[in-house]
């Protein structure tokens, strides 16, 4: 909840009167989207690289515990 609050403030700032004073600007609307793409991307990749990880070790990881 913290990080997602912490999002929220930083996308708000340049809309602020605190971003005109350091002369923020807001980005650009397409921005967003792309974004978006890109964090999924990454925690589709994540996920598989686990499942990849703990398959490929799961003997190893199961000796050691």
């Not at 971003?19 to 999924?40: A, T």
């Amino acid at each position: 909840v913290s990080s997602a609050s912490m999002v929220m403030a930083s996308l708000a700032i340049p809309y602020t009167p605190l971003g005109k004073l350091f002369q923020f600007v807001g980005l650009p609307g397409l921005f967003y989207p792309v974004l978006l793409i890109f964090i999924l991307g990454y925690f589709v990749l994540v996920e598989a690289m686990k499942r990849i990880y703990y398959r490929h070790y799961s003997a190893t990881l199961a000796k050691s515990a």
